[in-house]
């Protein structure tokens, strides 16, 4: 069999839509003949923890937390056994060294640590090929740094795109130095894994050979999505449900336009049995004075309900038994997907996406659950949510589209990527 080290900051018990790539890679590889070890920072990369996922590892993969204080302390983390004194020293040192040490993200320093003990690493140990999966985008400087000391094959994992990820209230200057960062790692990847079509054309338009990109998306459970379906068909009761899952984005992936619209609509076509707005998911936004201050003004403290970071299994519970599932994507996220949006057509009820043209569309489009409303249109989201509000319940949800891949077939893709990969000499 052969082997695959994957470099993640992102990976159980730590949640989130990274995590949940990664899980799937770690499950299924060995089945299509790869071995994958993981090479992790563990749980200090600021995501909530959800033991129900590390309990679908399996026991013979092989994980590694490479630990280090430079994992942490860009997070504001430090040990329980450090003094005040330690402590201090930290904070300081972390505010003086936050303007170079942050680009393009906080985990540059312990990308660039990664990177050397990684490319001794391959040296001593060589797999097939290793593998860098973002975000955050600094590991790829990690990948950099190893495919120079070793010459093991690369593959580097684009979850998202790395150009439209950029911190706000950067000088042009490290905007460029970002630039350069990417374009010498795309260039030295035998492989690149794009997870959606429009940033696999986006990439071959003018930065990789159309050759070394694979379209890799994010998917879905089988055995997951059938559980949740099958504890939708004992609930039928209840108010007309609303589920959103995961975090707010202030600007970007906000609800408060939605509110707005959602009162007017409960006003016009109010369902008999009642209206409910779950918000599982736990980010700054969902505890933002102006979003409850939203929820008061409009009438719905009644409707809105944020119970916090749930376990994943209980979410897609939530999905499966909601009446509409909610997405938002904002404005220059065009090349890509919220990880979400496949679980919520897996499930198969009503998909209502704000989000204006572009690879967040085109895949809500493709289910026959699906409905896509223009942001910055208060009158045509009304009339959707009229309309919803008013459609009967399918006892019978519809399959997942031709679109929407399990998390298996994924990996399959995936090792057909990977064996390409150890074929292809490194360019310099």
């Not at 003949?33 to 993969?61: F, H, Q």
């Not at 409303?373 to 309309?387: E, N, Y």
């Not at 509000?389 to 399959?399: A, E, F, G, I, Y």
Request: glycine fraction near 8%; charge should be positive; charged fraction near 20%.
């Amino acid at each position: 069999m052969r082997r695959v080290d994957i470099v993640t900051f992102h990976f159980p018990p730590q949640g989130g839509a990274g995590s949940l790539r990664l899980l799937s890679f770690a499950r299924h590889l060995p089945a299509f003949g790869w071995k994958p070890r993981i090479l992790t920072v563990g749980d200090l990369g600021g995501g909530a923890g959800d033991a129900t996922l590390a309990e679908r590892l399996p026991d013979d993969v092989s994980v590694e937390r490479w630990f280090t204080p430079l994992a942490a302390w860009p997070y504001g983390k430090t040990s329980p056994s450090d003094g005040r004194r330690t402590r201090l020293v930290r904070s300081l040192v972390r505010r003086a060294l936050a303007p170079v040490a942050t680009y393009p993200d906080p985990a540059l320093l312990w990308s660039v640590a990664t990177g050397w003990r990684l490319g001794r690493s391959l040296r001593e140990d060589p797999p097939d090929v290793f593998m860098t999966s973002s975000p955050p985008h600094s590991l790829h400087a990690a990948g950099l740094i190893a495919a120079t000391a070793a010459p093991v094959p690369w593959a580097m994992d684009l979850r998202d795109p790395w150009e439209s990820n950029r911190p706000f209230g950067v000088s042009g200057l490290r905007h460029a130095a970002g630039d350069f960062l990417e374009s010498r790692a795309l260039r030295n990847a035998a492989c690149v894994l794009a997870n959606t079509p429009r940033l696999a054309a986006h990439l071959a338009a003018g930065m990789v050979p159309s050759d070394r990109i694979v379209v890799l998306p994010n998917g879905y459970d089988e055995d997951e999505i059938e559980v949740a379906r099958v504890s939708a068909h004992a609930e039928t009761d209840g108010p007309f449900t609303i589920v959103h899952a995961g975090a707010f984005y202030a600007g970007q992936r906000d609800p408060l336009e939605f509110l707005a619209a959602l009162a007017k609509a409960r006003e016009v076509a109010g369902p008999r049995r009642g209206l409910r707005f779950l918000l599982p998911g736990d980010s700054a936004f969902h505890r933002k004075p102006a979003l409850l201050e939203k929820i008061r003004s409009l009438g719905l403290e009644d409707v809105v309900r944020s119970p916090g970071y749930v376990p994943h299994g209980e979410v897609l519970a939530m999905m499966a038994r909601a009446d509409l599932l909610l997405l938002i994507q904002g404005q220059g996220f065009h090349l890509q997907v919220p990880s979400k949006a496949y679980e919520y057509l897996a499930v198969g009820r009503p998909v209502l996406a704000i989000t204006g043209e572009g690879a967040t569309a085109d895949v809500v489009r493709s289910s026959a659950v699906g409905t896509v409303v223009p942001p910055a249109d208060p009158d045509a989201l009304v009339r959707s949510l009229i309309t919803l509000l008013q459609r009967p319940r399918d006892p019978d949800p519809p399959p997942p589209p031709p679109t929407v891949l399990s998390r298996r077939a994924i990996a399959e893709r995936l090792a057909g990527a990977l064996s390409r990969a150890a074929a292809v000499k490194r360019v310099y």
